[in-house]
């Protein structure tokens, strides 16, 4: 795993064991309700560096539907335009912000406005090379990209309906309805191109700079799309939905720790035999996008490479599922074979059985382990850390997990004690650092640390409450709860334990 981080870019440097943080952009500091890819991205890159951190974790980027969750998003290719820096396109000349709308608590509205002002800019003062670049763009993204861009157009137009209640010749993609939405919205369709040619340029330009600083980027890969998305549509023979688009058998999971009745996520799930009558081709165009974007990437439920939790579409929890096996080594041979090396980790947590591990294993994948899980009682858990494996990928918790400090705080007094004993000394006073101390001297390649632990946040700071809805994703941090001292204390630690030798 470490090799194929080092070998992303030949700033990095070659090592053995590494510290990350994770942090999505959206909880990044700004003056605006969400973080993007401005001035404190290449902030927090430094704040990185000096921490002795190599690698920044983050959640999927792309365009997201009104309840903001990353795991469902518009497109598995695009880039979220509201992660678009707009101080990046001032610099540039193409935006005037003292002409865009005063009332920017409106954000979603005050920054497309901002970005339709700036597609005008561009093409008023864009240079030979900037228009030479827009259409190299163009050019190399054209196999996602013109989907992509005709759905959005037509879903704004359609006052954000899903696909699948538009007019049916749109909803089908018969050719001519195609062809008139297409001379229709050109304009629409412009700005949509523009936007994701912007994206991908400041994200270009935030990998440089992260590799600069020895920083590699980890990315997030959801494993199944959303019912509402531009690669549904485009392709509806590759999902399990019916002929007017509906969705016939869905994602989700059976009861675990999270819920008592399981998830219901709702993706329609592949169809598998027509993914590998193609030779897994979308899956190959899937990956190539995301891996030019990140150095390293987590596959989001990568139990359902060997087998999927299969849910009518018409149930109300997802008890009612059951597993249906997926051609997970013919899917990764195939990846194997385009990439010739696949820098992944997999989220393997949950129900895992036998056949799940031996999949991983089979391809030399890293696993996870969760600190948080740990202390049960039971000495064989395997997320202890006498029990960790090298390959592998330790964290205090996710972006599903309570904070550390907040969830040590909410166990019962006995369990208090058995993270004491284990640990080996009082804790109460200094959580979550003695968590963050036993990630970090983990046997593990990676240890992998939220933000809302380095900062010591307590209750209400967590990312995401799974099986909810309302209230997630917005969580963000200030500058001014950073004490002076932090960095050079996981610096100190990240050399204590051989993971920074800066």
Known sequence: MMDTIATSGERLQRRQRRCGLLLHPTSLPGDLAQGDLGHEAFRFIEFCAASGVHLWQMLPLGPTHEDGSPYQCLSVHAGNPLLISLDWLVDRGWLDKSRCPDDTEQHEAYRQHCLQMAWVGFEVAADPDQQQAYEAFQAEHAHWLSDFALYIALRWERGHRPWWEWPAGERDRK??????????LANEIAQVQFEQFVFFSQWRELKEYAHQHGL??????PIF????????????????VDALGRAETVAGVPPDYFSETGQLWGNPLYRWDRLQADGFQ?????????????????????????????IPATAETAIEGHWVKAPGEALLRALHEAFHQLPLVAEDLGTITPEVVALRQAFSLPGMKILQFAFDGNADNPYLPHNHERHSVVYTGTHDNDTTLSWYKNLNNADQQRVADYLGYAIAKDMPWPLIRSAIASVAELAVLPMQDVLGLGEGNRMNLPGTVEGNWRWRFQWSQLPAELAPRLRHMNRLYGRSDD
């Open 225 to 240: 799309v959303a019912h509402d998305s531009a690669e549904v549509w485009a392709h509806p023979e590759y999902f399990s």
């Open 216 to 221: 590699a980027l980890f990315g997030d890969v």
């Open 175 to 184: 050719p001519a309805a195609l062809k008139k939405a297409r001379q229709r």
């Open 282 to 310: 979308w899956w190959i165009e899937r990956l190539r996008t995301q891996l030019e974007l990140f150095d390293l990437l987590r596959i989001d439920h990568f139990r359902g490479f060997e087998a999927c939790w299969e």
